[in-house]
C-alpha cells in the first residue's frame, strides 16, 4: 500500500534565526591561558599555606609567597638560605599533590614568576579586547611551564 509519500533526504537545516555573519572568538585561548594561570597562583598560594611554615598566618597575594621563595623575609630562627627551604617545601608539594614532574627547588621560583607574568599579561590582553574579540595578541610561554600550570590548575 503506498501512500505517495516524497522524502527529501538532504535538506537545509530550518532555523529562525539566520546567522550567517559568524566571527569567531579569537580570544578564547587568551581567556582559557588566564583562567591557567589564575588558578595555578591561587593554588600555589594554597600549597604555601598548608605547609603552616611560613611565619604569616595565611599569605594574602602571590607576591608575599615570592617573598618567601627568595629568602627575603625576616626570620630570625633560620641560617643560610632562607628561601631554600621554602622552594624545597613547595617543589615537594607540587609532585606529591598534582604529580608534577621537574619542578625541584632549584627552578620551583621560575615557575611561580612564570604563572604571575602569564597572568598579567592575559589580563591585560584581556582588558585590552573588551570592543572587540575578533583578534587576539600573541602570548609567549615556554610549553613546559604551561604543562606544569595546566596541571596545577587541572586543565589538561
Do not use: W
Not at 527529501?8 to 588566564?34: E, N
Not at 598566618?57 to 629568602?71: C, H, T
Amino acid at each position: 500500500m503506498s501512500y505517495h509519500t516524497s522524502y527529501q533526504l538532504v535538506r537545509q537545516p530550518l532555523s529562525r534565526f539566520r546567522s550567517f555573519d559568524f566571527k569567531p572568538d579569537r580570544m578564547s585561548v587568551i581567556t582559557t591561558l588566564h583562567r591557567i594561570a589564575s588558578v595555578a597562583i591561587e593554588r600555589i598560594m594554597l600549597m604555601m599555606n598548608n605547609t603552616e611554615l611560613c611565619k604569616i598566618r595565611r599569605l594574602e597575594n602571590i607576591d608575599q609567597a615570592l617573598v618567601f621563595l627568595a629568602g627575603k623575609h625576616d626570620d630570625d630562627g633560620m641560617s643560610g638560605d632562607r628561601g631554600d627551604f621554602y622552594r624545597r617545601k613547595l617543589a615537594d608539594q607540587m609532585h606529591v599533590t598534582f604529580a608534577v614532574e621537574g619542578v625541584t627547588h632549584n627552578n620551583v621560583q621560575s615557575v611561580v614568576e612564570a604563572a604571575i607574568v602569564l597572568e598579567r599579561e592575559t589580563r591585560k590582553a584581556l582588558g585590552d579586547s573588551a570592543k572587540s574579540r575578533d583578534f587576539a595578541p600573541s602570548v609567549e610561554i615556554d610549553e613546559t611551564i604551561l604543562d606544569i600550570l595546566a596541571r596545577l590548575a587541572d586543565i589538561f
